[in-house]
């Protein structure tokens, strides 16, 4: 019983991230389109510069607890 419910919770984790992946390449090419493109190639590294913040702060934050 122990096996399915392992290749159950594995496969919607890769889904999810599969979506997400997804869901970011939709997302960030339309505001490219529907912006000038003068400004929004800025747009999207800082959005791309404040996710990457988030992201290393949430490791800094998940390694210090865990530590």
Known sequence: ???PATSLTAPREDIDADKILKEVGIHQPTPLSSSSPSTSPAHVHHYLF???LMMFDLVNLIVYVVV
């Open 50 to 52: 404040l996710v990457s």
């Open 1 to 3: 019983s122990s096996m």
